[in-house]
């Protein structure tokens, strides 16, 4: 097995683990990168708008 297959399994088992022991926190930090990216693609919305 590949050292690839290996650390790809690893952090699948790692999210699992994670998010089986502290479910609140889990959701907490999907809903923080979430709330991240629909402000970075609303920064760049108004960059495009103000571009024409």
Not at 16 to 26: A, D, H, M, R
């Amino acid at each position: 097995m590949n050292l690839k297959k290996i650390l790809t399994w690893a952090g699948i088992a790692l999210l699992l683990f994670f998010l089986v022991t502290q479910p609140t926190q889990s959701a907490d930090l999907v809903n923080g990168i979430l709330r991240t990216l629909k402000e970075a693609a609303e920064a760049l919305i108004t960059f495009v708008r103000s571009l024409f």
